[in-house]
């Protein structure tokens, strides 16, 4: 194979962009921050920028990958999820706290009604799929509800306060595991990625969604059932993003209804394009999503670092990413093409 042979086969893989965007984005940092990439323990835990990225970027992982399916469905998007996560958290600090403000002891156990929490997501997620699947409403109208009510769910549900959880046992998910160096919704996000994949790979699922979104009316002829299957996309993208509420829940060991997955389904959406997916439907690379989502991640993380307010923040982060978006269109792409065929004519 000649190098220029395994040039065209690199630079024409799936993820040789978003691959190359996330590099992108950390040798910027690496230039305006010379000890970017240095991590330290202390009192036996990692720093650093690298790791703060990983770990904060645990929950958008986990949103993307249920946007993903969302999306290779249904060709639209879910921008309810992070309304959804406020739900999914609201619920599961009420029940520990057993209705009060603030609590240092359990009403129940965490396992419990962290799992109630993510089922009220999944209803969350199968009202979404239902109006999209069955009654064929646009998915961003459809999610739009959601998107507006969510957090006035999660405002009812508190009672309009923060419902504070003050027992170590519940700041665990979203901190460190004993003595374990490593935060532990890495490892969460690691654990969603895995089990995704196996449904993705050893079941037909995957294959389907994908058929269903590039064709429903096809799939049908062929004997597959594209509404359930796209009630189950969202169904899916429901529950991880209630998974995601209960870890950032865990974080701030509190159910924050305005602040838990503010902005995040924006986020997500944006990892998806930036992973190289088609917003329209159809195939999709999971792998792709995850990487575009610590993308945004260090995107974020870097315009922290570099002192960028709070306020600012949306406007350097569109900036970046509608040239990293341009750069991954099929326009740009065949434009660069053409130049490098006529200079190889010349």
């Given at each position: 194979?000649?190098?220029?042979?395994?040039?065209?086969?690199?630079?024409?893989?799936?993820?040789?962009?978003?691959?190359?965007?996330?590099?992108?984005?950390?040798?910027?940092?690496?230039?305006?921050?010379?000890?970017?990439?240095?991590?330290?323990?202390?009192?036996?835990?990692?720093?650093?920028?690298?790791?703060?990225?990983?770990?904060?970027?645990?929950?958008?992982?986990?949103?993307?990958?249920?946007?993903?399916l969302v999306t290779a469905a249904s060709g639209g998007q879910d921008i309810s999820v992070g309304?959804?996560?406020?739900?999914?958290?609201?619920?599961?600090?009420?029940?520990?706290?057993?209705?009060?403000?603030?609590?240092?002891?359990?009403?129940?156990?965490?396992?419990?009604?962290?799992?109630?929490?993510?089922?009220?997501?999944?209803?969350c997620g199968a009202f979404n799929g239902l109006l999209v699947a069955k009654f064929?409403?646009?998915?961003?109208?459809?999610?739009?509800?959601?998107?507006?009510?969510?957090?006035?769910?999660?405002?009812?549900?508190?009672?309009?306060?923060?419902?504070?959880?003050?027992?170590?046992?519940?700041k665990v998910l979203g901190g460190y595991i004993g003595k374990c160096p490593v935060p532990t919704p890495v490892f969460v996000a690691?654990?969603?990625?895995?089990?995704?994949q196996l449904i993705l790979k050893k079941t037909a699922l995957g294959l389907y969604i994908e058929s269903v979104g590039i064709n429903g009316s096809a799939s049908r002829l062929v004997g597959l059932n594209s509404t359930l299957l796209k009630f189950i996309s969202y169904v899916i993208c429901g529950l991880l993003a209630g998974l995601a509420g209960i870890v950032a829940s865990s974080r701030i060991y509190s159910a924050d209804a305005n602040n838990i997955g503010l902005n995040m389904e924006m986020d997500a959406i944006l990892a998806v394009a930036l992973g190289g997916n088609n917003l329209g439907g159809g195939k999709f690379n999971m792998m792709g999503s995850i990487i575009g989502a610590y993308t945004i991640q260090a995107l974020t993380t870097?315009?922290?670092?570099?002192?960028?307010?709070?306020?600012?923040?949306p406007v350097y982060k569109a900036i970046v990413v509608v040239v990293i978006v341009v750069i991954q269109s099929p326009v740009f792409r065949k434009k660069i093409a053409g130049l490098s065929k006529r200079k190889a004519v010349a």
């Open positions: 194979m000649t190098k220029k042979s395994f040039w065209n086969r690199l630079v024409h893989t799936s993820l040789f962009l978003p691959v190359v965007c996330l590099i992108a984005v950390l040798l910027i940092n690496l230039i305006q921050t010379p000890t970017f990439f240095k991590v330290s323990i202390n009192n036996g835990v990692l720093y650093g920028y690298i790791i703060d990225i990983i770990n904060r970027g645990s929950e958008l992982v986990i949103l993307a990958v249920g946007m993903t309304a959804i996560m406020a739900v999914a958290a609201a619920i599961c600090c009420q029940l520990l706290s057993g209705g009060k403000v603030s609590t240092n002891t359990l009403a129940m156990p965490i396992f419990i009604a962290a799992l109630v929490g993510i089922l009220a997501a999944g209803l064929k409403i646009q998915p961003m109208v459809a999610t739009l509800i959601l998107f507006t009510a969510g957090r006035g769910i999660a405002q009812l549900v508190t009672k309009g306060q923060i419902t504070y959880v003050r027992v170590p046992a519940y690691i654990l969603t990625v895995i089990v995704m870097s315009l922290y670092a570099m002192n960028v307010s709070a306020d600012q923040l």
